[in-house]
């Protein structure tokens, strides 16, 4: 029997992804969130989860999108005081202030903790704590808090308990299947004893809209988590 974890990224993000989320997990297939803590949706999230505590719940570490909650950072954000876009990250970020990544994503994970609410892992929106130059900060808050992170085949981080033994990313983007799930078996590798998907369900409102490109493919990934069926051999976990 191989265990699943269908985590929603962006928990946090906006009212509207917050509640979308939460509809995937009361009517659908997800079981776990992470949490955007900086971002404008953050306190509703909150109220949502301790709602809902069958909703797994860890940090979505944040690095390129949005200010940090750090102030007098320089390294690490424009003149504006926002975080740098993640093409400076996936380039040669040689002068990143890999200190500065440690103190706010600390941060990050302490304002999570100050909402009384216990993290089940770590992960990070657009997957930059997998960027070799961050790694061995994402592996120091890792064993620091003794928590799991997500991680992907082609980036083995040393140091960390991976929150599973496979990710999948593809369920992303304008086509995904409608029947993802229910072949989902065709995907996992023989033997892998646990599974996360990543996904990104939400109901579409005017801060996710004016946000970000990936928006109404969101109600479409709702839609497929809302009704997709589990193949026998798989089993969701409980949280």
Known sequence: MTKIIVNADDFGYSKGVNLGIIEAHVNGIVNSATMMMNMYAVEHGVELAKKYPTLGLGVHLVLTAGKPLLEDLEGIVDQNG???????????????????????????????????????????????????????????????????????????????????????????????????????????????????????????????????????????????LTTAKLPSEIELVKF
């Open 82 to 224: 926002v975080f740098l876009k993640q093409t400076y990250w996936y380039g040669n970020p040689t002068e990143a202030s890999v200190d500065e990544v440690e103190q706010e994503w600390d941060a990050q994970i302490q304002r999570f903790q100050s909402f009384g609410l216990t993290p089940t892992h770590l992960d990070s929106h657009h997957h930059v704590h997998m960027i070799p130059v961050l790694q061995p900060v994402i592996a120091k808050l890792s064993q620091k808090y003794d928590l799991p992170v997500r991680i992907s085949e082609q980036h083995a981080i040393d140091g960390i308990k991976p929150f599973t033994d496979q990710l999948l990313t593809d369920f992303y983007g304008s086509d995904i299947p409608l029947d993802y799930f229910e072949t989902i078996t065709e995907r996992i590798k023989s033997g892998v004893g646990s599974v996360e998907v990543m996904v990104h369900p939400a109901l579409v409102d005017n801060h996710l809209k004016n946000g970000t490109s990936y928006c109404f493919e969101r109600l479409t990934e709702l839609d497929i």
